[in-house]
């Protein structure tokens, strides 16, 4: 532990003590323990590496750390070999002696534990050679796989704090704000303001005193680079809120994050313990006049409190129901009082555009986009995960070229994303550029980064109808036209996915939405007609054909299929049989088997578990 | 009912009306839920009316006015678990169960509920029983799972 540091200098010299302490041809071996490959059992790999490397003798030699999340979430647990970058996948117990071995003595690369390609079957040893990696651009995520979160000693090494020296030492407020200004940043939590902007006019406005607010209620379905940033890399959050603080002159931040994110907040406390230990947080960081204090709010489990108004009001305590912004958040927030807030991947990269410059950082991306933009590609994909991509990508790049494609050979149908108030794009918008502008265009929006990729199995009413629902639930129900409105477009498209939908019912569902557009109180009811429109817009055919033919297209909608066995492909293998969970297959052994419709409950097991397709939906 | 614990709750708090929310989950994480008792002595030390906390207490997901049975089982309903047939196992599970999400069995041995992200999306569909996560779960794996617990 060391002392508070008083000045800039102190730090600065601390880094180069930690840095000339490091080897940098000594053996690392990082072990990912984000909540994805916790789930498939990166606790337990964690420790039976320790109990391997005592028992090996090697504590001295190879060195262990548990980082936060890698990004290819699908191939968990991820194991990465240092210095030579070897990336292991879906590593067990089992693995850890090898792995060891081999990175204390360089032995043979382990094959069976390698990325291999899809389509060439060739094994790939070096993370950095990984098509999922390969054409990412991590500027903002990168540092996860290279630090243990728990450790400020780590982020320090790699040159963290390095952005706050910079600006305590030799910026004005004024400069600070002028070159997040300069840089073009919006806002990564969706609406894509202008950073710079924001903090001008907070810095502008008067107040008793100014608030600072990191949105980490990251409530978008199908989302998750924030709590990933969050649980992997915390300080450089904080780096993030404490240049604010000093631009906007601030004395008091909050964080708000989400109840379900129970490893994030443990991070992220221990971190503001650390740094407030290290002189970096609280009364006068690094020795400075700089003051500022953070604190982290637990969330209760309501979708709204995404919305800043909403989260503000539940930061008091309150139920988190928005208000008119007739005033802006900037000006009467918090308290009444001045507030800006921004979103964690926001935050996230105001340290580095103030160390990279501004010059650098304007150099990626697109005229009204720049930087970079993490998305979390899930779904029907083959190599799902967090990946972070320049803007201006285009969607089939980010499918096929990271992604892989489609698992199992299922055609594409649609990506989705901007979360539930998003929309789905279909196959012929694959070569969109991805930035702000044109998502919004294609009626779709960036959103917080979610992309849930759908295959010709997913019905897109279904889809519709998955946001209008999932909305409806979370509408605080203070406005009419969202309360109400929600509540209709439920109605009309369940009606429509159980086969008794009207031929009114497609214009009906274009009426309420305009209504909903123009009337309701907050972007959650004005945006929530979005997926409804942006399915109507460019699959308008499934919905016809659940309303006139009654069909689902993709077979999908439980009241317009029903299953069958066809005996001439059944071997009676009974596979289907043991599964239903009904019992509504009978027949002997290496006869047909029969399935009484009347017992089935739709839930497709014995199609997922037939292997003579025999098993048929229609 | 320790009336005394939620005292201390409160006191960590510094009887602050701001920290309504985190007091109540405080309570929330030390009962299993929210009963009646507490809401009114919560409302007694910080001078906030009782159907104010009421309105907090059923406005956030977090929150249960009703006891829960021994293991709570939560089926993610996310998007990407969405796509990959979310929905179908929480229908299973409230078949195998007799309850509808939101509800625990009579015997109090579980509560099915359902949460919208859990940000393992890569590994959906995602059931969480007690603090576990099982990922890329299938039809025909829910029985023997439920089995551990029973």
């Keep these: 532990m060391v002392q508070r540091m008083t000045s800039p200098e102190e730090l600065r010299s601390y880094r180069s003590i930690l840095q000339g302490a490091t080897d940098g041809d000594k053996p690392s071996i990082s072990i990912c323990a984000g909540t994805g490959c916790r789930a498939c059992g990166a606790s337990d790999l964690v420790d039976a590496f320790e109990s391997r490397r005592r028992e090996l003798g090697l504590s001295e030699k190879v060195e262990l750390r548990a980082t936060g999340c890698h ?296 005229e009204g986009s720049k930087g970079t933009k993490i998305f979390s590609l899930v779904g029907k994909i083959k190599d799902t995960g967090l990946v972070e991509v320049p803007m201006g990508i285009t969607l089939r790049q980010i499918v096929y070229r990271i992604g892989g494609g489609i698992p199992e050979g299922r055609r594409f149908k649609a990506i989705q994303t901007g979360g539930p108030s998003g929309g789905c794009l279909p196959e012929s918008l694959l070569d969109l550029p991805i930035d702000f502008d044109r998502l919004q265009e294609a009626g779709s929006m960036m959103g917080s980064g979610g992309m849930i990729v759908m295959d010709e199995e997913n019905c897109m009413v279904d889809m519709a109808r998955y946001f209008v629902r999932f909305l409806q639930e979370e509408s605080c129900g203070k406005c009419a036209p969202c309360r109400e409105g929600l509540q209709q477009m439920g109605e009309i498209l369940t009606r429509i996915c159980e086969g008794a939908g009207k031929n009114e019912d497609i214009g009906l569902l274009e009426a309420l939405s305009r209504t909903m557009i123009d009337t309701s109180l907050c972007s959650l009811g004005s945006t929530a007609p979005n997926p409804v429109l942006s399915t109507l817009r460019y699959f308008r055919d499934e919905y016809e054909a659940h309303i006139q033919e009654k069909r689902c297209p993709a077979k999908s909608c439980k009241d317009l299929i029903s299953f069958n066995i066809d005996p001439q492909a059944c071997t009676g293998c009974g596979a289907c049989l043991r599964v239903c969970p009904a019992e509504a297959i009978a027949g002997e052994k290496k006869k047909a088997h029969l399935l009484d419709p009347g017992k089935c409950m739709k839930c497709r097991a014995c199609f997922e578990v037939c292997k003579f397709e025999a098993v048929k939906i229609q | 009912m320790d009336l005394e614990a939620i005292r201390k709750i409160i006191e960590t708090h510094g009887y602050q009306k701001a920290s309504l929310i985190a007091i109540l989950q405080d309570v929330q994480a030390k009962m299993n839920y929210l009963p009646r008792k507490a809401l009114l002595q919560i409302s007694k030390s910080l001078d906030i009316p009782t159907a104010r906390i009421y309105e907090v207490a059923t406005f956030y997901k977090a929150f249960s006015l009703e006891p829960k049975g021994k293991h709570t089982l939560r089926v993610c309903l996310g998007t990407a678990c969405h796509v990959r047939g979310g929905a179908r196992l929480l229908d299973t599970l409230e078949n195998l169960l007799g309850v509808k999400a939101g509800r625990t069995t009579r015997d109090l041995s579980f509560t099915l509920e359902t949460v919208n992200c859990l940000g393992a999306c890569a590994l959906g569909p995602v059931l969480v029983i007690d603090d576990r996560v099982y990922g890329r779960i299938r039809a025909d794996k829910i029985e023997s799972i439920l089995k551990k617990y029973r």
């Design chain 1, 71 to 366: 990004g290819l979430c699908e191939r968990g647990p991820l194991v990465v070999v240092h210095p030579q970058g070897i990336c292991y996948m879906n590593v067990t117990p089992d693995d850890a002696a090898e792995v060891l071995t081999q990175a204390a003595h360089g032995g043979k690369v382990i094959e069976r534990l390698l990325y291999e390609d899809p389509l060439t079957r060739e094994k790939i040893p070096r993370e950095q050679d990984i098509p999922f990696y390969r054409f990412q651009e991590r500027v903002v995520f990168g540092s996860n796989g290279k630090i243990d979160p728990t450790r400020i000693d780590d982020y320090i090494a790699i040159g963290g704090y390095q952005a706050l020296e910079k600006v305590l030492a030799e910026m004005s407020p004024q400069e600070v704000i002028e070159t997040i200004k300069r840089s073009g940043l919006r806002g990564r939590g969706g609406g894509g303001f202008p950073t710079g902007l924001k903090w001008e006019a907070c810095r502008r406005a008067r107040g008793r005193e100014r608030f600072l607010i990191c949105n980490a209620d990251e409530g978008d379905p199908g989302a998750y680079m924030d709590r990933s940033l969050l649980e992997g890399n915390p300080h450089c959050i904080i780096e993030g809120m404490l240049i604010g603080a000093y631009a906007m002159d601030s004395r008091e931040g909050y964080v708000y994050v989400r109840n379900e994110y129970p490893l994030a907040v443990s991070n992220l406390t221990r971190a503001i313990e650390q740094a407030e230990a290290y002189g970096l947080l609280g009364k006068h960081v690094l020795g400075s006049n700089l003051t500022f204090h953070l604190k982290i709010n637990r969330g209760g489990g309501a979708f709204v409190c995404g919305e800043s108004t909403a989260l503000m009001a539940s930061l008091e305590g309150r139920v988190g129901e928005p208000r008119a912004k007739y005033i802006h958040t900037v000006e009467q927030g918090l308290w009444d009082q001045p507030t800006n807030l921004n979103n964690v991947e926001t935050w996230a990269n105001i340290p580095i555009i103030i160390h990279r410059g501004v010059d650098w950082y304007t150099s990626v991306g697109t």
